[in-house]
């Protein structure tokens, strides 16, 4: 997990993008320094599971909340982030769609964003018809939503 500080691609590429011996030196200073000053943080979703009060819970983000969802491993730590999906009213189904990383059509948009990631752009379409939306995720994936609800998908290769 990071708090937003961004890993610079010069620190992770190298020189010609291969790692020389000092690169890796400062990677590992770099990461060191990191974890030392809690910029960076090891805990897997079942470690957030077994430290988060729950009122840090009821805020978590949701893009926060479907990866601890996907993550958790433990049933029961499982279950506190799959409760916290449902108190927001995700249904059982679309819950069991964000473990599987699966989504189908009609489903809700915050939903299929669970699933498969949240979109790096939205194109919107109003009309008489009504709201269009060509959801672009990254790795080339469009999610297509009419009316706030899945209608299609296109993934390419």
């Known amino acids: ?3 937003g500080i961004p890993v610079y691609p010069m620190l992770l590429r190298g020189k010609r ?3 020389s011996m000092t690169d890796v030196k400062w990677l590992n200073i770099f990461i060191t320094l990191s974890l030392a000053v809690g910029l960076i943080s090891c805990a897997t979703p079942d470690d957030i599971a077994e430290q988060i009060s729950e009122e840090d819970l009821m805020s978590m983000p949701y893009a926060q909340l479907c990866r601890n969802t996907q993550g958790a491993v433990n049933y029961t730590n499982r279950q506190k982030f799959t409760g916290e999906l449902e108190r927001r009213n995700f249904t059982k189904q679309e819950v069991n769609h964000v473990i599987a990383r ?3 059509r009609g489903m809700r948009k915050l939903a299929a ?3 498969w990631g949240f979109p790096s752009r939205e194109n919107v379409s109003t009309g008489s018809w009504g709201v269009s939306t060509q959801a672009v995720l990254y790795g080339g994936t469009y999610l ?3 009316d706030g609800f899945l209608s299609s998908w296109q993934t390419t290769k």
Do not use: A, H, N, P
């Open 1 to 3: 997990l990071t708090r």
């Open 113 to 115: 964003y669970c699933s």
């Open 102 to 104: 699966s989504i189908k």
């Open 17 to 19: 993008g291969v790692f």
């Open 144 to 146: 297509y939503f009419e």
